[in-house]
């Protein structure tokens, strides 16, 4: 029975990039799950037959934030290594470890990647683009890749290290230290943004601007309560009072 | 056809790919392709108004739960394509203002009709999984990469003709508004820039401050620092 080398860890970290490629509402992100970890199964199951089973099993329902999906990759590659050598489990242990892990790092991973480090990234981008540079966009993408890549260039290896202790109390902890940080500078850099919009370059706006942007400001954070409508919604709705209003007057 | 609207289609084929299908690098946020379609079209400033108020609309649309979020890779895309194509048809300066508020409203309608595409495209991709499974017990093993191409092939196919939907109709229906009610859609600009500006500015706020009162204080003494620093040090 075979071990898992470097070389199908990186076989994994590179089609784990594809995890969502075939995303779908029955089984969300399962088809890509098999297809990140065929390299591993090919190793540790020389059996056709066997190894064909294994593929069919892990195209079931999987879901979690993509990011950190590389952390529950390595793991699961660790726990089908102990599988094949007959030290653990059978086909519905493996299913519960993938919900387990999947719903847990959903929920540290939505609240990093999607809710703090996204719009934060969009903030210093808008920011730096409000000063009329095109390097907003640049700002944009490298500080957002700069833990998403990492973390799915170094996850799969760091998950199949560390195996489920990558759910530790150690690990949630440091998440959250991080996603605390980041939110606390996007509330600077959102701050640092309204004083530019305001007077950008020192140049105070027309009071007429600062108004309005007082005003859509407020009501988004009232908007901002309900689910519905959508804010594109409020949005469309906006422009088109907007219009409405110089149109006709 | 021309460079810069064949460039555009297919920046709206590879944001489709980012957003979901690969690597969710933000490659497919409305900044990013802003301003790229700014380098293509050689128009900076109104690509960049665009793509700022799109974009803080988009920061906060997120994929979390069971809930399709609105379409601002392609939204993105075809607000600024229409921008750029409106304004490049008009020869006076004044149609800039008129052609960001036109683009803003395309972005805005082809990220809301762009949901169904979404489900469209993931409900093909239910019947691609189901029959990858079968293939897989058959004992066709390559049928999980074929499907992956497919899934790919797919979402790059629809975001390219989505993009050449939005963008042909936007610029057919709003070019000629542009053209002739350009003074009042400038006008129209002057208001609903700051407005949309607040209101994605306020979504930001609020997934960053959670009502926490501390995180609120420091907003205030962020700006009200940064807009003493300003006034100090500006013109």
């Given at each position: 029975m075979g071990r898992l080398e470097p070389a199908d860890l990186r076989r994994m970290t590179a089609r784990a990039?594809?995890?969502?490629?075939?995303?779908?509402?029955?089984?969300?992100?399962g088809l890509g799950w098999a297809w990140a970890l065929e390299p591993a199964l090919r190793r540790l199951y020389p059996d056709a037959e066997q190894r064909r089973q294994r593929l069919a099993e892990h195209t079931a329902y999987f879901n979690t934030q993509p990011t950190l999906a590389s952390l529950a990759l390595g793991v699961v590659a660790g726990l089908e290594e102990k599988r094949a050598a007959g030290e653990s489990g059978d086909g519905s242990d493996m299913a519960r470890v993938k919900a387990v892990l999947g719903s847990a790092l959903a929920a540290i991973g939505d609240r990093l990647f999607w809710l703090t480090l996204r719009p934060f990234a969009a903030c210093l981008g808008v920011l730096v683009a409000l000063?009329?540079?095109?390097l907003g966009a640049l700002a944009l993408w490298a500080c957002y890749n700069f833990l998403h890549l990492g973390m799915r260039i170094l996850g799969v290896n760091w998950g199949y290290r560390l195996g489920t202790a990558v759910l530790g109390e150690g690990q949630r902890r440091r998440f959250d230290r991080l996603t605390d940080r980041i939110g606390l500078l996007g509330v600077v850099l959102a701050g640092v943004m309204m004083a530019w919009l305001l007077a950008p370059e020192g140049e105070p706006r027309p009071v007429v601007f600062q108004i309005v942007l007082a005003a859509g400001l407020g009501l988004g954070l009232i908007v901002a309560?309900?689910?519905?409508?959508?804010p594109t919604e409020w949005a469309l709705g906006l422009g088109a009072l907007c219009v409405a209003a110089t149109w006709f007057r | 056809m021309n460079a810069p609207i064949l460039a555009t289609l297919l920046l709206g084929g590879i944001a489709a790919l980012d957003a979901?299908?690969?690597?969710?690098?933000?490659?497919?946020?409305p900044l990013v392709s802003a301003t790229i379609l700014a380098a293509i079209w050689g128009e900076w400033r109104l690509a960049l108004e665009v793509g700022v108020v799109l974009q803080l609309l988009a920061a906060t649309t997120l994929p979390v739960g069971a809930r399709t979020p609105e379409d601002y890779a392609v939204g993105g895309v075809v607000g600024t394509g229409v921008a750029l194509a409106v304004a490049a048809q008009?020869?006076?300066?004044?149609v800039a203002d008129a052609a960001a508020v036109v683009g803003v409203f395309a972005g805005l309608v082809a990220a809301t009709f762009g949901v169904p595409v979404v489900k469209w495209q993931r409900r093909a991709n239910e019947g691609l999984s189901r029959w990858c499974e079968a293939e897989i017990l058959r004992g066709n093993e390559a049928a999980l990469g074929q499907a992956q191409r497919a899934g790919v092939v797919l979402a790059f196919a629809a975001g390219v003709g989505y993009s050449a939907a939005c963008l042909a109709l936007g610029v057919w229906l709003l070019g000629p508004v542009a053209g002739h009610h350009t003074l009042r859609l400038a006008r129209a600009w002057a208001l609903a820039q700051p407005l949309w500006i607040g209101l994605g500015l306020a979504q930001v706020l609020q997934v960053f401050i959670r009502r926490r009162l501390t995180r609120a204080a420091v907003f205030g003494v962020s700006m009200l620092g940064a807009w003493l620093l300003l006034m100090m040090t500006g013109r």
């Open positions: 990039l594809l995890l969502q490629a075939t995303f779908n509402y029955e089984r969300q992100q000063a009329g540079s095109w309560l309900r689910p519905r409508p959508s | 979901t299908p690969v690597a969710q690098t933000l490659f497919s946020q008009q020869p006076f300066l004044l």
